[in-house]
């Protein structure tokens, strides 16, 4: 995405994506562009985007949301619809690896650190790009994913940042908990592993939603992160952790199962308590 001249409504040039697997209704306020100098592709759902022209018609705050391990972008447009008619945009973004940038390679268990730094470093640029186009132009801005998405999210929260808030699906914070897994490099873990890199992290409203089952990703470890988020918090009680189980989901990790509907709208009540004005 490049800067428009006209803030507030400038329509990014469309990258070629079948919408096909889209609610019509979503479609309608959808567009795929590429973000951070062409490297990372995006699909942006704003709720104030004029169909009949593609223009932007008045900013909205906006979520970057970022997908698990081997799906895209376009994975739950639930959430990206139920945020939408809430008021608030959402910048979907391909993993490295993932998608429209697709890497078999990159999709192995093995690979998981290397994408979640890889990804964690692409944001600045994506930011970069979406407060250039102007359409969230004095708006709040919030920074999620689920699993390895939600690790680049609390990685990044780890370095200065002026996200408004955060939320994470089915992630860990703590990843000592993964020592037995593929996915653990020691060298990243040490670099990187949130739960140790706390100093830079701003006191903002944080969400973690999660599986108390997941076989891949253990609930204690996220909630050793979230407790030491609350430790340090001179607000604790905007510092949540909700656990559901058993949910049926695949894995006990893959989505809520029978409670997918109950983990969005926590999610999007908790998004519009933090990033909707007057709230």
Same mark, same amino acid.
């Given at each position: 995405?490049?800067?428009?001249? #006209?803030?507030?409504?400038?329509?990014?040039?469309?990258?070629? +994506?079948?919408?096909? +697997?889209?609610?019509?209704?979503?479609?309608?306020?959808?567009?795929?562009?590429?973000?951070?100098?062409?490297?990372?592709?995006a699909?942006?759902?704003h709720?104030?985007?004029?169909?009949?022209?593609?223009?932007?018609?008045?900013?909205?705050?906006? @979520?970057?949301?970022?997908?698990?391990?081997?799906?895209?972008?376009?994975? #739950?447009?639930?959430?990206?619809?139920?945020?939408?008619?809430?008021? !608030?945009?959402? /910048?979907a973004?391909?993993?490295?690896?993932? *998608?429209?940038?697709?890497?078999?390679?990159?999709?192995?268990?093995?690979?998981?650190l290397?994408?979640?730094?890889?990804?964690?470093?692409? !944001? #600045?640029?994506?930011?970069?790009?979406?407060?250039?186009? *102007?359409? $969230?132009?004095? /708006?709040?801005?919030?920074? *999620? %994913?689920?699993?390895?998405? *939600?690790?680049?999210?609390?990685?990044?929260? /780890?370095?200065? $940042?002026?996200?408004?808030?955060?939320?994470?699906? /089915?992630?860990?914070?703590?990843?000592?908990? +993964?020592?037995?897994?593929?996915?653990?490099?020691?060298?990243? =873990?040490?670099?990187?592993d949130?739960?140790?890199?706390?100093?830079?992290?701003?006191? !903002?409203?944080?969400?973690?939603?999660?599986?108390?089952?997941?076989?891949? =990703?253990?609930?204690? %470890?996220?909630?050793?992160?979230? #407790?030491?988020?609350?430790?340090?918090?001179?607000?604790?009680?905007?510092?949540?952790?909700?656990?559901?189980?058993?949910t049926?989901?695949?894995?006990?990790?893959?989505?809520?199962?029978?409670?997918?509907?109950?983990?969005?709208e926590?999610?999007?009540?908790?998004?519009?308590?933090? @990033?909707?004005?007057?709230?």
């Amino acid at each position: 995405m490049h800067g428009g001249e #006209d803030t507030g409504c400038y329509s990014p040039p469309p990258v070629p +994506q079948p919408f096909g +697997q889209l609610p019509s209704s979503l479609a309608a306020m959808s567009r795929t562009v590429r973000l951070a100098g062409g490297e990372v592709p995006a699909l942006l759902v704003h709720p104030h985007l004029d169909a009949s022209t593609g223009r932007v018609t008045r900013p909205a705050p906006v @979520l970057a949301w970022m997908h698990g391990r081997t799906v895209t972008k376009e994975l #739950d447009p639930g959430r990206y619809l139920r945020l939408a008619r809430a008021g !608030i945009a959402s /910048c979907a973004l391909d993993l490295p690896g993932h *998608g429209e940038r697709f890497d078999a390679g990159l999709q192995e268990p093995a690979r998981t650190l290397e994408v979640v730094e890889r990804m964690a470093g692409e !944001i #600045d640029a994506v930011f970069a790009d979406l407060d250039a186009s *102007g359409e $969230h132009a004095g /708006c709040r801005r919030a920074l *999620g %994913g689920m699993s390895a998405g *939600g690790m680049a999210t609390m990685v990044r929260l /780890c370095r200065p $940042h002026a996200f408004d808030c955060a939320m994470v699906e /089915c992630s860990i914070g703590s990843w000592r908990w +993964q020592e037995r897994r593929a996915m653990f490099d020691s060298a990243r =873990v040490a670099a990187m592993d949130p739960v140790g890199h706390l100093d830079a992290w701003r006191d !903002i409203p944080f969400l973690a939603l999660h599986n108390e089952l997941d076989e891949w =990703v253990p609930a204690e %470890g996220q909630r050793e992160f979230v #407790d030491a988020l609350r430790r340090r918090s001179a607000h604790p009680d905007r510092i949540t952790m909700h656990a559901y189980g058993p949910t049926g989901a695949p894995n006990e990790h893959a989505g809520f199962g029978r409670f997918a509907s109950d983990a969005k709208e926590r999610g999007t009540a908790f998004l519009s308590q933090w @990033l909707l004005d007057g709230r």
